[in-house]
């Protein structure tokens, strides 16, 4: 039986679509993704993300477990500072990627992808030390994003005034309960994502959209992130596809121990295998996950996301594909194929971020 999040009476309400995503029953849309995208580009859209797993972890070697278990260096955290990390088998095959916030220097608060939470849960738990207690608050603990240019507009009106930098968080009361808000996001705005007792989001979730915030669903968040050139786990990164071929190395610390670390090590100094490549397509066409990609005459690789990016109006493609002789530098400005419905139609390699890199104006 799938799962329902605390706001589930809410979205029907709202005559969302509803669909199931990651074992919880999640509104899709309620009135076009394509509209719910564009709200947040330029205005702002707040977001259902309670399915999303939260694991608290305590005791005085917490840090020292988490450093060990995680690519980023937990070390250079101050409190009330939260961090993008992933954590790793000793294959260098991904268990997940996350977000971790310091609440202090023994007690950590995980944010792990809905999908992956009770494997996740296992995982830390049965390689925590004695010392370490870890704790699934994912049933106490209700989250909804608010995204966009004008977040803070509306959140102010809610919240009073809000002083956060960027991957930090603060905490708030909001009538008798505590919450949690930090300036983080998976949209490529500005935002704010909110944690607290499950009554409490599903009152602020009403208040903002009675404030005139748009109701975004897992359709638009999929369209944001991905035209933001943010990665999605099941799609660049999985148990068989690595951080390193993810291009993610900027989360990767090498002068610190980790579990996969020499696997990943040696896949950055031997510059051989297979690397994640950004995709304009120059044809009219829809490039979906799994669809074949080809350099010359050779079958280079496959998609691991494609679609039209509503706000850039593009057709674009993230690809993992097979290195060329010496490095990725040789993919650069050259022409691909994405193999769709049988034709190939040309594609031009641009950077990751699609958002950044193609937004009118820069």
């Not at 049933?139 to 005034?161: R, V």
């Amino acid at each position: 039986m799938l799962k329902r999040t605390p706001l589930y009476d809410a979205h029907l309400k709202l005559k969302a679509r509803m669909v199931e995503f990651g074992g919880f029953e999640m509104p899709i849309q309620y009135t076009s993704i394509i509209d719910e995208h564009m709200a947040v580009r330029t205005r702002a859209g707040v977001f259902d993300v309670a399915h999303m797993g939260e694991i608290l972890v305590e005791g005085e070697k917490s840090a020292d477990f988490l450093n060990g278990l995680l690519t980023n260096d937990i070390a250079v955290l101050k409190d009330g500072k939260v961090q993008y990390s992933i954590m790793t088998y000793d294959d260098g095959g991904t268990v997940d990627d996350l977000l971790v916030y310091r609440m202090d220097d023994n007690k950590y608060f995980l944010v792990v992808n809905a999908s992956n939470k009770d494997k996740d849960f296992e995982y830390i738990k049965t390689h925590a030390p004695a010392g370490v207690e870890i704790e699934d608050l994912s049933e106490t603990c209700a989250e909804i994003a608010l995204q966009g240019p004008e977040s803070f507009k509306f959140a102010e009106k809610l919240l009073g005034p809000l002083h956060i930098a960027r991957f930090y968080f603060i905490k708030l009361k909001y009538g008798e309960e505590s919450l949690i808000i930090s300036r983080t996001g998976y949209t490529g705005e500005d935002g704010l994502e909110i944690y607290g007792p499950p009554e409490s989001i599903i009152k602020l979730f009403a208040d903002f959209i009675e404030a005139g915030v748009t109701p975004c669903g897992l359709g638009a968040r999929d369209t944001l992130r991905f035209e933001a050139g943010l990665p999605l786990y099941g799609h660049e990164l999985s148990e068989s596809i690595t951080p390193v071929e993810a291009g993610l190395l900027p989360f990767i610390k090498f002068n610190k121990d980790f579990t996969g670390k020499d696997a990943l090590y040696r896949q950055v100094k031997e510059n051989k295998g297979r690397r994640l490549v950004g995709l304009k397509l120059n044809e009219k066409g829809v490039p979906r996950q799994g669809y074949k990609v080809f350099f010359g005459d050779s079958e280079a690789g496959f998609v691991t996301s494609g679609n039209f990016a509503p706000y850039l109006k593009e057709y674009l493609a993230m690809a993992l594909v097979q290195l060329p002789q010496d490095s990725m530098e040789d993919y650069i400005d050259k022409e691909f194929e994405i193999e769709i419905r049988g034709k190939r139609l040309k594609a031009e390699a641009v950077p990751k971020n699609f958002l950044k890199a193609l937004r009118p104006g820069k």
